[in-house]
């Protein structure tokens, strides 16, 4: 690779990445196209999604509740059609997936059935400084146990800036039996970094514990072999990587041999299959399926535009799909290295070679002066006190160009 415009249209034209951009609604800066790298935060809409939203719209107004039924495709065919189309995403079976709910609510239903405390296994190991949110959901969900987190929580620290693979290895083994619970974000939020989430997960299962995962920043961004690697549990976000829109509805994974074992789990009418959902009767009967899971009928309006949003993806396999995208991130990387070789160490870049698609830039002064910069040029990247800026391109939507172009801004900027 080289640090040049040329090289970049090249790349571009190979990948013939312009007709997928087209795709995607992008901010304007100056009546042009701004330069988005938050693909880690909120990702862009497509065009297609804005139109699904048009059409549940017109549907509702055609056929009332009949919707459900009477559209094309009917309304309650949605949470199946988004959760097939996340499958090669996430590497499941058919079973594996369902599409409901948020992120953390998912995450709390998930441990109220994975997390199961005795008087002996009852430790928790996540990473330390993990996102705010499962910092608080596994907090809390020990004291609804009545356990103190300071007795049963461990946190591996990172190794300066990142994390080492053996320190979970290592401090699996020590616990041991006293072990319930390894819950780890897939890729973390703040560094980037990819965790070895086979190798953690072999380890839990080795000293008899579950092994689950946010993955919030991982789905969509890196290759996941969530039942191959016989992942226990794992819950997502839509918002980010898949395109899904503010707050869009979550997913789960449950592992097949989960599926089939009887145990109390909070139940609720739409976790009923469809074919006997309207027989309204008054004993639960639920299925082998995470669609089980379902407590509430979803939001129609946060399937169709995730729904929109899938099916484009689902356009590009996900092998070519992770091979462009660590070709654009590693290019992003060139052209930051040869800034700061150029510039001096006015930053350094905290993310490992394990990652997707985010780098994260720790400033030594003037961080949020440049981001400011940044802003005002129509870059959109994301700051995170004291002197952070996160920055993720995308391949669905982001080019060569586009991170050239970026560097160029940056170089100024610093200057």
């Known amino acids: 690779m080289e640090n040049s415009l040329a090289f970049a249209q090249m790349m571009d034209k190979k990948f013939a990445l312009d007709t997928l951009q087209e795709a995607y609604v992008f901010p304007q800066h100056l009546q042009k196209k701004a330069i988005y790298f938050l693909g880690n935060s909120l990702g862009l809409p497509a065009h297609n999604a804005h ?39 996430v590497g499941a079976q058919d079973t594996e997936v369902a599409v409901l709910n948020s992120l953390t609510v998912n995450l709390h239903f998930l441990l109220l059935h994975f997390y199961k405390p005795s008087q002996k296994r009852f430790k928790i190991i996540v990473e330390e400084k993990a996102f705010p949110s499962d910092q608080y959901l596994i907090k809390s969900q020990l004291e609804f146990h009545g356990i103190s987190p300071e007795d049963a929580l461990i946190e591996i620290p990172r190794r300066g800036t990142c994390w080492d693979t053996q320190d979970f290895l290592d401090q699996i083994a020590a616990v041991g039996d006293q072990l319930a619970l390894v819950f780890l974000g897939g890729v973390n939020y703040y560094n980037g970094q990819l965790f070895e989430l086979e190798k953690i997960t072999a380890a839990a299962h080795k000293v008899g514990a579950i092994a689950g995962y946010d993955l919030a920043h991982a789905v969509g961004n890196v290759p996941l072999h969530l039942h191959d690697w016989g992942v226990d549990f794992a819950a997502w976000c839509s918002y980010k990587y898949l395109n899904g829109g503010p707050g869009s509805i979550g997913g789960i994974f449950i592992h097949k041999k989960h599926l089939d074992q009887k145990g109390p789990t909070l139940k609720g009418w739409w976790g009923v299959p469809k074919e006997k959902r309207f027989l309204m009767e008054p004993k639960y009967e639920g299925a082998q399926h995470a669609a089980s899971w379902h407590q509430s009928t979803p939001s129609i309006f946060a399937l169709a535009p995730l729904c929109a949003a899938l099916q484009l993806r689902n356009k590009m396999a996900p092998h070519a799909f992770f091979d462009r995208q660590k070709m654009l991130t590693t290019f992003l990387e060139k052209v930051l290295l040869e800034i700061l070789e150029q510039r001096g160490s006015k930053f350094s870049i905290i993310t490992p070679k394990l990652r997707g698609a ?28 004291p002197d952070a800026i996160r920055l993720a391109p995308t391949a669905q939507y982001n080019t060569f160009s586009e991170v050239y172009r970026f560097g160029e801004i940056l170089a100024e900027a610093l200057s």
């Open 51 to 89: 139109k699904a939203v048009e059409m549940i719209n017109a549907q509702w107004a055609a056929h009332g509740v009949e919707g459900f039924f009477e559209a094309q495709p009917p309304w309650w065919d949605l949470e199946q059609q988004a959760a097939q189309e996340l499958l090669p995403w």
């Open 358 to 385: 985010q780098l994260t830039l720790i400033f030594n002064k003037e961080g949020r002066r440049i981001f400011d910069d940044l802003q005002r040029q129509g870059v959109y990247v994301d700051w995170r006190e």
